[in-house]
């Protein structure tokens, strides 16, 4: 096994260079040798990495930072959009929304918009709805795992022009659509008819004020346990979270 882990077989990040002991070899990057592989126009696979690291730091939310990640939705590679997009869903604010749902209605790579529409759910930003609604549409987006996402991140809008949008996507042929779906109209009118297009229309139709009973909305989190070489010290626990309100929207909301 620590041939394994000094070799850095499997998914354990790369050793260090300049390692000078073992309880080096795992240590992250200092934030100047992160923001060099960030910045390096010429190896995408460095962006990648000095990207992610700071994307996964705890200075990830200061101002050079953040206007890092606003730099990188642009970036020619689609891997280091995806971290860009995610990290703005993580640091970001409000103002950050456009740009995202941009990239989630107009990128080629599934993975950039997936995380675009998750980035979208942490941050509320009303004039971003329009974009949600065309991740939403099958016939716009061919990728069931952008639907879902788009469908989640809508359940934070109160507003009767989603809830109207929310039924009409209860066509989709896909059950995961389906089912987040369903978890956004409960969020957003306290009712619960399951995946039955038919009985949310009737109700909204019959019903003069389909928000009275909205309840506050959550983005969903991530969480896992750790792997084996996680409990190698210095290296990057699970990037567990705790669930929460978009940016943008008031506790008391």
């Known amino acids: 096994m620590a041939a394994c882990v000094l070799s850095a077989c499997g998914p354990v990040a790369k050793i260090r260079?300049?390692?000078q002991s073992i309880l080096e070899v795992f240590a992250p990057p200092t934030?100047?040798?992160?923001?060099k592989l960030a910045t390096d126009e010429f190896d995408a696979n460095k962006r990648y990495q000095g990207l992610s690291y700071v994307a996964g730091s705890t200075y990830g939310g200061e101002a050079?930072?953040?206007?890092?990640?606003?730099d990188r939705l642009t970036d020619r590679d689609p891997g280091v959009r995806t971290i860009a997009a995610r990290a703005l869903g993580s640091y970001g604010s409000p103002v950050d929304a456009p740009a995202i749902a941009k990239l989630l209605v107009e990128d080629t790579d599934v993975n950039v918009r997936i995380a675009s529409a998750r980035a979208l759910q942490r941050l509320h930003n009303p004039e971003v709805v329009p974009q949600l609604f065309t991740?939403?549409?099958?016939?716009?987006?061919?990728e069931q795992s952008v639907r879902v996402e788009a469908a989640s991140a809508l359940g934070q809008y109160r507003?009767?022009?989603?809830?109207?949008?929310?039924?009409?996507a209860m066509a989709d042929e896909s059950l995961p659509v389906n089912l987040r779906v369903r978890d956004s109209l409960r969020t957003l009118t306290g009712a619960d008819f399951g995946t039955s297009q038919a009985d949310w229309q009737?109700?909204?139709?019959?019903?003069?004020?389909?928000?009275?009973s909205s309840a506050g909305y959550t983005y969903p989190n991530f969480s896992r346990g750790q792997r084996w070489f996680e409990y190698i010290p210095f290296v990057p626990q699970p990037?567990?979270?705790?669930?929460?309100?978009?940016?943008?929207?008031?506790p008391a909301r």
């Open 239 to 250: 990037p567990n979270e705790a669930t929460g309100i978009p940016a943008g929207v008031s």
């Open 135 to 142: 991740a939403l549409d099958a016939g716009k987006e061919a």
């Open 202 to 212: 009737s109700w909204y139709k019959g019903n003069a004020s389909p928000l009275a």
């Open 17 to 19: 260079p300049g390692a």
């Open 31 to 35: 934030r100047e040798e992160a923001m």
């Open 64 to 70: 050079q930072y953040l206007q890092l990640f606003q």
């Open 159 to 168: 507003e009767t022009r989603v809830v109207e949008r929310l039924i009409a």
